[in-house]
Structures are given as structure tokens and as C-alpha cells.
């Protein structure tokens, strides 16, 4: 864990100090969790508000003495109001990303890797430019990438108590985990009535929190925002219909770097991997059909949002783990 939070210390620090919401446009929705974490009172007027875990989280956060105490003692190089949210979003986030990466550790001990390229994978991840602004900038990216370890852990290392509990935790800091969810289903062991149980559930929660969220909300204030009355099937929907032409970009040099700047050239070893693990048939059929469609959703994901890059790191964790087996096939192989 030292070696972890060493390393992504190292590499998210400079990140925080350094971001500017007026020079970053890249990163615009920042500017929702921010106002989501202080006491705006700036219409919320699109997905972000119903995230509200993390942002609540934050703004508790921000009026503990703690921060008022590191407030003081790394000032920013420039003048920033809302310096004091941004070091909560940092800690709370740099607190997710640790647990990710342990998390993921812990996944590819249970996959068979070994201490040592387990510890590599996790460095991996941590180096990932991805996991730096995710954990750096006030977003809910990092909590959302816990969550994917913490489901993909559970049903490698067959702990499915803990689903009832967290599932419907998970939903409400980024709904986009809930597709996930469903990939539980390859799993022949969680084809029971408790499991369907849970899902059902926390898509119910997350349901009424849309609710809760949008009643919150004045009617005159909702008249004036035509996104708040948009129903959520109808969303997924409109998203679709963005597939095809997000595709078409990914078939240009800028396409194709937005997609794999989280991965670089471990993608690449990750095919090798895929092909080395099907041919050595070193994990069981379910699970490989598992990790594969985990990889496919976070391509679909990422096609349907167009936010390739950060939606398609979803797919961390069978990436890093095919990309260690072909380094472990070409490097350790006696």
C-alpha cells in the first residue's frame, strides 16, 4: 500500500496544484462537481446531479479541520476560491484510487500472477494518465473506478455477501456502473434469485434518487431545463444512436489516441495476452468470457458517451492482467 500511495502521490500532486477550471476545457464537467461540493446554488442541469455520493462526501469533507489545516499549508500558485473543495475532491479521490489499485492487486493474486506482477500491475494502473486526472481534479471518476474493483473483485475472490450491502452504494456515485452489474450474470454462481434481487434493487434506488434529485428542483426552474424532464430509458436510447459516429472517429490518429491514452502500449500487449491465456486455458471458460465482456461494455460504454478515453479505462483490469501474462510468457519464461 506504501509503494501505491507513494506512486500515485507522485504522479497526481502536480495535477491538483497546477488545475485551473478556466484554462481546462477538456475536463468542463469539472465545473458541475465542484458547484454540486460548495453552496451554489447554480441550477444542476444534466446527468451530474444525480451523482451526489462523492459531492456530499466532499462538501462534509471540506469543513473538517483537516482541510481547513492543509488549506493553509499548500497554498496554490494562483488565487482559487474554491481551493478548499478542490483538496477534499484530492484526498477523497486519492482514497478511491488507492483502493482501486489494491483492490486490482488483489485480483490478479487471485488470477494467478504472482506478488511481483501483481505489484507491477498496480503500478500500471496507478502511472495510468487516466488515474492521474481522475484522482487530481475534482471528478467522481476515481470512486467510479473503485467501484469496477470492487465488483470485479467480488466475483473472482466469490465474496458475494457484500453485494446487497454496496451495489446500491456503487449506483449513486456513477450510474454508469449498473451495466456492469449485469456481467455478473456470466458467472453460473450468481444466476440466483438473490442476485437478480440486488440488481432489481439498486436500479429501483438509483430510480428514486432521480426522482428525489429532479423534485428538488423548482417546476419553474424544471420548464427551463429540458434535460431534467428526459426520462432515463430515454437517455440510454439517445445515447445509442451515438454509437455509429463515435465509431467513425475512433478510425483517425486522434480517434484512436483519445480511446487508448489510458492504455498506450499495454493494450497492445493485452491482445497478446488474451491469445496466451485462451491457448493455455489458464482461468476457466466463465471467466474469460467475463473479463472479455468486460473489456466489450467499456468499448460500448465509451462509444455511446464519447468520452473515449476515460470511460473506456473502465476496462482496466483485464487489460492490465492480459498485458502481465504476455509480459510474464516473454520475460520469465524459462
Same mark, same amino acid.
Given at each position: 500500500?506504501?509503494?501505491?500511495?507513494?506512486?500515485?502521490?507522485?504522479?497526481?500532486?502536480?495535477?491538483?496544484?497546477?488545475?485551473?477550471?478556466?484554462?481546462?476545457?477538456?475536463?468542463?464537467?469539472?465545473?458541475?462537481?465542484?458547484?454540486?461540493?460548495?453552496?451554489?446554488?447554480?441550477?444542476? +442541469?444534466?446527468?451530474?446531479?444525480?451523482?451526489?455520493?462523492?459531492? #456530499?462526501?466532499?462538501? /462534509? $469533507?471540506? !469543513? @473538517?479541520?483537516? =482541510? *481547513?489545516?492543509?488549506?493553509?499549508?499548500?497554498?496554490?500558485?494562483?488565487?482559487?476560491?474554491?481551493?478548499?473543495?478542490?483538496?477534499?475532491?484530492?484526498?477523497?479521490?486519492?482514497?478511491? +484510487?488507492?483502493?482501486?489499485?489494491?483492490?486490482?492487486?488483489?485480483? #490478479?493474486?487471485?488470477? /494467478? $500472477?504472482? !506478488? @511481483?506482477?501483481? =505489484? *507491477?500491475?498496480?503500478?500500471?494502473?496507478?502511472?495510468?494518465?487516466?488515474?492521474?486526472?481522475?484522482?487530481?481534479?475534482?471528478?467522481?471518476?476515481?470512486?467510479?473506478?473503485?467501484?469496477? +474493483?470492487?465488483?470485479?473483485?467480488?466475483?473472482?475472490?466469490?465474496?458475494?455477501?457484500?453485494?446487497?450491502?454496496?451495489?446500491?452504494?456503487?449506483?449513486?456515485?456513477?450510474?454508469?456502473?449498473?451495466?456492469?452489474?449485469?456481467?455478473?450474470?456470466?458467472?453460473?454462481?450468481?444466476?440466483?434469485?438473490?442476485?437478480?434481487?440486488?440488481?432489481?434493487?439498486?436500479?429501483?434506488?438509483?430510480?428514486?434518487?432521480?426522482?428525489?434529485?429532479?423534485?428538488?428542483?423548482?417546476?419553474?426552474?424544471?420548464?427551463?431545463?429540458?434535460?431534467?424532464?428526459?426520462?432515463?430509458?430515454?437517455?440510454?436510447?439517445?445515447?445509442?444512436?451515438?454509437?455509429?459516429?463515435?465509431?467513425?472517429?475512433?478510425?483517425?490518429?486522434?480517434?484512436?489516441?483519445?480511446?487508448?491514452?489510458?492504455?498506450?502500449?499495454?493494450?497492445?500487449?493485452?491482445?497478446?495476452?488474451?491469445?496466451?491465456?485462451?491457448?493455455?486455458?489458464?482461468?476457466?471458460?466463465?471467466?474469460?468470457?467475463?473479463?472479455?465482456?468486460?473489456?466489450?461494455?467499456?468499448?460500448?460504454?465509451?462509444?455511446?458517451?464519447?468520452?473515449?478515453?476515460?470511460?473506456?479505462?473502465?476496462?482496466?483490469?483485464?487489460?492490465?492482467?492480459?498485458?502481465?501474462?504476455?509480459?510474464?510468457?516473454?520475460?520469465?519464461?524459462?
Amino acid at each position: 500500500m506504501l509503494i501505491f500511495a507513494a506512486a500515485l502521490y507522485a504522479v497526481s500532486y502536480e495535477l491538483f496544484r497546477h488545475f485551473d477550471l478556466t484554462k481546462w476545457d477538456a475536463f468542463s464537467d469539472a465545473k458541475w462537481y465542484l458547484l454540486m461540493a460548495g453552496e451554489s446554488d447554480e441550477i444542476l +442541469s444534466n446527468i451530474h446531479k444525480y451523482r451526489q455520493i462523492i459531492p #456530499l462526501l466532499v462538501e /462534509g $469533507l471540506s !469543513n @473538517t479541520d483537516l =482541510i *481547513i489545516f492543509l488549506e493553509n499549508y499548500f497554498p496554490p500558485n494562483y488565487p482559487d476560491d474554491l481551493l478548499r473543495v478542490r483538496l477534499a475532491f484530492y484526498i477523497l479521490n486519492f482514497i478511491f +484510487s488507492l483502493g482501486a489499485a489494491f483492490l486490482l492487486y488483489q485480483i #490478479l493474486c487471485e488470477l /494467478g $500472477l504472482g !506478488n @511481483t506482477l501483481s =505489484i *507491477i500491475g498496480g503500478l500500471l494502473f496507478i502511472s495510468s494518465r487516466t488515474l492521474g486526472y481522475s484522482t487530481s481534479l475534482p471528478l467522481v471518476d476515481a470512486g467510479f473506478f473503485f467501484s469496477i +474493483s470492487f465488483f470485479v473483485y467480488i466475483n473472482i475472490a466469490n465474496k458475494p455477501k457484500y453485494m446487497s450491502a454496496v451495489f446500491p452504494i456503487l449506483v449513486l456515485i456513477k450510474e454508469v456502473i449498473m451495466p456492469f452489474f449485469l456481467l455478473g450474470l456470466l458467472i453460473k454462481r450468481n444466476r440466483n434469485l438473490w442476485y437478480y434481487f440486488v440488481l432489481v434493487a439498486s436500479l429501483i434506488i438509483y430510480l428514486i434518487f432521480r426522482v428525489l434529485a429532479d423534485t428538488a428542483i423548482s417546476m419553474e426552474q424544471m420548464n427551463s431545463i429540458s434535460s431534467s424532464s428526459v426520462l432515463f430509458f430515454e437517455i440510454i436510447t439517445n445515447h445509442l444512436l451515438h454509437v455509429w459516429s463515435n465509431l467513425q472517429t475512433i478510425f483517425s490518429l486522434r480517434g484512436l489516441h483519445n480511446l487508448f491514452h489510458g492504455f498506450t502500449f499495454i493494450f497492445i500487449l493485452s491482445i497478446f495476452g488474451m491469445v496466451i491465456v485462451w491457448r493455455l486455458k489458464e482461468i476457466t471458460l466463465q471467466l474469460y468470457i467475463f473479463l472479455i465482456s468486460v473489456i466489450l461494455l467499456s468499448l460500448l460504454l465509451a462509444l455511446m458517451s464519447g468520452n473515449l478515453g476515460r470511460l473506456f479505462f473502465s476496462a482496466f483490469i483485464p487489460v492490465i492482467f492480459f498485458a502481465l501474462i504476455t509480459v510474464r510468457e516473454f520475460m520469465y519464461k524459462e
